[in-house]
């Protein structure tokens, strides 16, 4: 009943840009972007709560901006200055628990997308 679509993934070359969205089913509290490159395990790459509170890994603070439209119960992921090293699946993620801090640890999340695929040549 409760689903997440990704869309907006591609190839682009380095320093490009990409904005990836993710549209649920319903609002959910907290929402999130994960990324998966080949033979690599899943990493928190950004995440957004109900107050607008938002965290970022270190590798993308600067470039990458998560925001959402709860009219739209969408989410969005703009990602600049993009590096060979971004490419990966990205995946949307969602949970309506309610931790004192923000968290990118894929276990505290109950919903995610199928994802999308983006492709930084160099």
């Known amino acids: 009943q409760i689903q997440l679509v990704e869309s907006g993934g591609g190839s682009v070359q380095a320093g490009g840009s990409l904005r990836l969205a993710c549209v649920g089913s319903?609002?959910?509290?907290?929402m999130a972007w994960f990324r998966q490159g080949p033979g690599s395990e899943r990493e928190g790459v950004a995440t957004?709560?109900?107050?607008?509170?938002?965290k970022y890994a270190d590798s993308v603070k600067g470039r990458f901006t998560i925001s959402r439209e709860r009219a739209k119960a969408t989410l969005y992921l703009q990602m600049n200055s993009l590096k060979p090293e971004d490419s990966a699946m990205y995946y949307c993620?969602?949970?309506?628990?309610?931790?004192?801090?923000?968290?990118?640890?894929?276990?505290?999340?109950?919903?995610w997308g199928q994802g999308t695929q983006v492709a930084v040549s160099s």
């Open positions: 993620a969602a949970s309506y628990r309610s931790p004192t801090l923000l968290t990118l640890a894929g276990q505290d999340y109950t919903y």
């Open positions: 319903v609002n959910i509290p907290r």
């Open positions: 957004i709560d109900q107050w607008n509170r938002t």
